[in-house]
């Protein structure tokens, strides 16, 4: 648990090998507070009791295998004997404040660190915050139950129930629905099947589709579905321009397509569509054989088995050229056997396929290329020349009963006269579609894509100052599938973190909440900066009294703000941001979005947001301020744009349909992205990932210097076989496309037999089987098997040491390296690269 100490407050600590907790315990309306420490004393002007019976602890810890963080709850235990004659501290539970606003009972608390010759409360480290949640009175001692403010935003999600009003009359909802959460979808859900498949997409029957929520009919007849709790990437008119809407015919136990609807509304406040009542359905088919092949002349197919492989990157391709030649092939389709669907309910058979020609050397060829069957009285035609992605409709079916009996279609390239010319032909895929009316209502399961990257991803560069540029910088509006991403999307808009604006009038439209003086002008839709009068001085002031929130002492806050330049100041001028902050922070002013992170300042509840220009030497100048946010710090945003490059490639998909533990979620999607979620002691959350390599620390600790020997163990050497167990893992597999209920979908093993032999353990017995409920791309998959397996293949080295005041701002996470270890560690180096079958060994340490 990282306590951030400055430099001079080290340097007095160790000077005076002295540390004690200073307490303010906040009570009534908050404007006050009792003063509590280990011993009688005084401190920046306040008079503190020494009634604390022990220093508070607080620590945090972080579970490498089930990615899991747990953070201690601090307590306060209070000396309860007599203070003065008559007094207890228990007596003033409940009676200080006023009125009915008394007690310490979920009231703020702040606990610093104190040292000799720092002589403000600013000055200190913070050591917790948060809300006493809990008072025990036990005889002589009263112990305060405290709950750090790491922990309040952290309240379930996907916990919005549909009610009578979300009903499509508004009145009547569906018993199946009554008491369903509006889901949260995140990531690529589209089903990979017919002509919604994208040229480069793998046709695939399995499912990765979400759940709709029926709504019932509306006004018009129409039955409504809410496919999920927010705007859809994927969802835009209706189903010429949206992603596909399925559903499972139970009596073929086959997905099918719906065929037609309207996007009713998709918005922040959710996704609903519409369709008719008796809307038909696509069922598509791969044929399942070839059943002839016939050639003339130097016609011939090549690949043929890529017409039917279901996938649409890859083409069989007949090189026929000359006159007199031809290739011909006939595709089998199976019998289409639903018994409950008269022929009646059936309205098109149809095969379809992507397929084009080139013409290497362009002549005045008479070719005919035909995909057709005589038998059932259907022609088409299919060309086209150049690449195309398109998806061609090649013929239809003259009888509906041909999808009971089975179809073949034939593949013909017949080059009738030749003038010349070289002419290839390419058919990459080719299937059937039978389009028909289900006997009964069918459940809607949408194959879309879910949630929309948002646009507070936007801005998120090193131009902005940030350290690195998010993955998804500037790609608002596109699918967020990144790990990190969505993991960002959950703090921010299902937990609102990062969203407590403290300024009014943030974009000068109105600007009666600012003050100005000097060359600074807010009364053009911006604040102004223009070089006049000799000066370029001024300031920007929103008081106090005219902010939206006051602030939380010693808390992380940031200032986002826009950038505007005429021209650039010259001399030496400044701007600084003052009052709301800590210390002076200054305030860049070239043309951009510009990050500004900060600590506040003690007083921020009553200090003016001022940001002031000071020069003398300048001598011209011109540019603007607008869009300026004060916001407070819940999450680190430049945490998760590194981690995001971190596992850049990486592609998560998944759905929320019932209410979830935002840290339990966390901690599992971490441990299917290497990441790793906790909260500081300020309550500013941070994210890392756990990387291939490493070659630099931020800290080098002496151990000759720590406080107790270290003591030096290693994780266990039995077999790993479930993602939270334990263990070595030699050989490793990722289960992954869950639909709900099943792993669809598993990856080629990969193991370590040096390993196996080493530990003395058989393939079986460290054999993990990893199940992702939140990969569904294989590539992604892939990825977390490579990284599960070189983690996880050998034991890794432990140490445990406690350590000086020098070393309280290490952070959980951090990387640091050992100087002077008292011997090996385990036979081996810890102060350079080692090496144990096979696998590098750093000299560097994940706290």
């Given at each position: 648990m990282s306590l951030p100490v400055s430099a001079a407050w080290r340097a007095a600590a160790r000077?005076?090998?002295?540390?004690?907790?200073?307490?303010?315990?906040?009570?009534?309306?908050e404007?006050?507070?009792?003063?509590?420490?280990?011993?009688?004393?005084?401190?920046?002007?306040?008079?503190?009791?020494?009634?604390?019976?022990?220093?508070?602890?607080?620590?945090?810890?972080?579970?490498?295998?089930?990615?899991?963080?747990?953070?201690?709850?601090?307590?306060?235990?209070?000396?309860?004997?007599?203070?003065?004659p008559g007094g207890r501290f228990s007596d003033l539970i409940e009676t200080v404040g006023a009125g009915s606003d008394i007690g310490f009972y979920n009231r703020w608390y702040e606990i610093r660190l104190w040292t000799k010759d720092i002589t403000t409360w600013t000055g200190l480290p913070h050591l917790s915050a948060g809300k006493v949640i809990d008072i025990k009175q036990l005889g002589d001692e009263v112990e305060l139950i405290l709950e750090e403010n790491n922990q309040p935003k952290f309240v379930d999600i996907a916990d919005t129930l549909l009610v009578a009003a979300d009903a499509a009359d508004g009145v009547h909802l569906p018993v199946t629905s009554e008491g369903k959460v509006k889901q949260f979808v995140g990531?690529?859900?589209?089903?990979?099947?017919?002509?919604?498949?994208?040229?480069?997409?793998?046709?695939?029957?399995?499912?990765?589709?979400?759940?709709?929520?029926?709504?019932?009919?509306?006004?018009?007849?129409?039955?409504?579905?809410?496919?999920?709790?927010?705007?859809?990437?994927?969802?835009?008119?209706?189903?010429?321009?949206s992603d596909g809407l399925w559903s499972v015919d139970s009596e073929?136990?086959?997905?099918?397509?719906?065929?037609?609807?309207?996007?009713?509304?998709?918005?922040?406040?959710?996704?609903?569509?519409?369709?008719?009542?008796?809307?038909?359905?696509?069922?598509?088919?791969?044929?399942?054989?070839?059943?002839?092949e016939a050639n003339e002349g130097a016609g011939d197919w090549g690949n043929d088995d890529r017409m039917r492989d279901g996938v649409f990157t890859t083409s069989s391709e007949s090189a026929a050229g000359d006159t007199g030649d031809r290739s011909v092939i006939e595709l089998a389709f199976p019998a289409w056997d639903n018994q409950s669907v008269a022929d009646a309910q059936i309205s098109e058979i149809s095969v379809w396929a992507r397929t084009y020609y080139d013409e290497i050397n362009p002549g005045t060829p008479v070719v005919v290329f035909k995909m057709d069957n005589a038998a059932d009285g259907?022609?088409?035609?299919?060309?086209?020349?150049?690449?195309?992605?398109?998806?061609?409709?090649?013929?239809?079916?003259?009888?509906?009963?041909?999808?009971?009996?089975?179809?073949?279609?034939?593949?013909?390239?017949?080059?009738?006269?030749?003038?010349?010319?070289?002419?290839?032909?390419?058919?990459?895929?080719?299937?059937?579609?039978?389009?028909?009316?289900?006997?009964?209502?069918?459940?809607?399961?949408?194959?879309?894509?879910?949630?929309?990257?948002?646009?507070?991803?936007?801005?998120?560069?090193t131009t902005e100052g940030y350290t690195e540029t998010h993955v998804d910088n500037d790609n608002s509006g596109a699918l967020a599938e990144h790990p990190i991403t969505i993991q960002e999307i959950l703090l921010r808009d299902l937990l609102s973190f990062n969203t407590d604006e403290h300024l009014n009038e943030n974009d000068f439209t109105t600007h009666a909440k600012w003050d100005v003086t000097g060359v600074v002008d807010d009364t053009g839709n911006d604040a102004d900066w223009t070089f006049a009068g000799g000066s370029l001085n001024g300031t920007l002031i929103q008081t106090a009294a005219n902010r939206l929130l006051k602030g939380i002492a010693g808390r992380k806050q940031f200032l986002k703000y826009t950038v505007a330049v005429t021209t650039p100041p010259d001399g030496d001028f400044t701007l600084v941001l003052t009052g709301v902050s800590e210390s002076p922070v200054s305030v860049p002013y070239t043309a951009g979005v510009h990050y500004l992170p900060f600590i506040a300042a003690a007083d921020i509840d009553t200090a003016d947001f001022v940001i002031t220009s000071l020069e003398t030497t300048s001598t011209v100048g011109e540019f603007t301020l607008d869009g300026i946010h004060l916001l407070a710090m819940d999450y680190d945003e430049d945490t998760y744009n590194i981690a995001s490059n971190d596992i850049s490639a990486w592609l998560h998909a998944f759905a929320l349909t019932e209410p979830t533990d935002p840290w339990k979620l966390l901690a599992e999607l971490g441990q299917n992205s290497r990441s790793f979620t906790w909260p500081q002691p300020n309550g500013v959350v941070k994210i890392k990932v756990l990387e291939d390599t490493y070659s630099a620390s931020v800290r080098t600790i002496d151990l000759a210097q720590a406080i107790s020997e270290p003591k030096f163990t290693r994780t266990s050497v039995k077999g790993k076989k479930k993602n939270n167990t334990e263990g070595i893992a030699t050989k490793v597999e990722v289960q992954y496309d869950f639909d709900g209920s099943k792993y669809q979908s598993v990856t080629t093993?990969?193991?370590?037999?040096?390993?196996?032999?080493?530990?003395?353990?058989?393939?079986?017995?460290?054999?993990?089987?990893?199940?992702?409920?939140?990969?569904?791309?294989?590539?992604?998959?892939?990825?977390?098997?490579?990284?599960?397996?070189?983690?996880?293949?050998?034991?890794?080295?432990?140490?445990?040491?406690?350590?000086g005041i020098d070393h309280l701002d290490i952070d959980f996470a951090d990387i640091v390296e050992f100087s002077n270890p008292p011997y090996k560690v385990m036979g081996e180096t810890i102060t350079a690269n080692a090496t144990r079958g096979g696998q590098t060994i750093y000299p560097y340490w994940w706290i």
């Open positions: 000077q005076a090998r002295d540390v004690r907790p200073l307490v303010r315990l906040y009570y009534g309306d404007s006050s507070y009792l003063t509590l420490s280990t011993h009688d004393m005084q401190h920046d002007g306040t008079e503190y009791r020494g009634l604390l019976l022990e220093s508070p602890q607080t620590d945090l810890a972080g579970n490498m295998t089930t990615h899991k963080i747990t953070s201690n709850i601090t307590s306060l235990k209070v000396n309860n004997l007599e203070y003065k990531g690529d859900h589209i089903l990979h099947v017919g002509d919604t498949v994208a040229s480069t997409a793998t046709s695939s029957y399995k499912n990765n589709l979400t759940k709709a929520l029926d709504l019932g009919f509306d006004a018009s007849g129409n039955q409504r579905w809410l496919i999920s709790e927010h705007k859809m990437e994927g969802m835009v008119t209706d189903e010429s321009d073929t136990n086959r997905l099918v397509e719906l065929s037609a609807f309207t996007v009713e509304q998709n918005t922040s406040a959710g996704c609903i569509i519409s369709h008719a009542v008796g809307v038909e359905f696509y069922d598509y088919w791969l044929p399942t054989k070839m059943q002839d259907g022609t088409g035609d299919c060309k086209a020349n150049g690449v195309s992605t398109a998806i061609y409709n090649v013929f239809n079916f003259v009888s509906a009963i041909s999808a009971r009996i089975g179809s073949s279609v034939r593949v013909d390239n017949n080059v009738v006269t030749d003038d010349a010319d070289d002419y290839d032909v390419f058919v990459y895929q080719v299937y059937k579609r039978i389009t028909y009316l289900p006997t009964s209502q069918l459940t809607i399961l949408p194959g879309a894509r879910g949630y929309e990257t948002p646009t507070y991803l936007d801005n998120r560069a093993f990969s193991q370590d037999t040096t390993q196996q032999l080493k530990y003395g353990l058989l393939a079986a017995e460290s054999y993990l089987k990893f199940q992702s409920k939140y990969i569904h791309s294989s590539a992604t998959a892939n990825l977390l098997e490579d990284y599960l397996l070189a983690q996880w293949k050998q034991p890794h080295n432990l140490v445990e040491v406690d350590l």
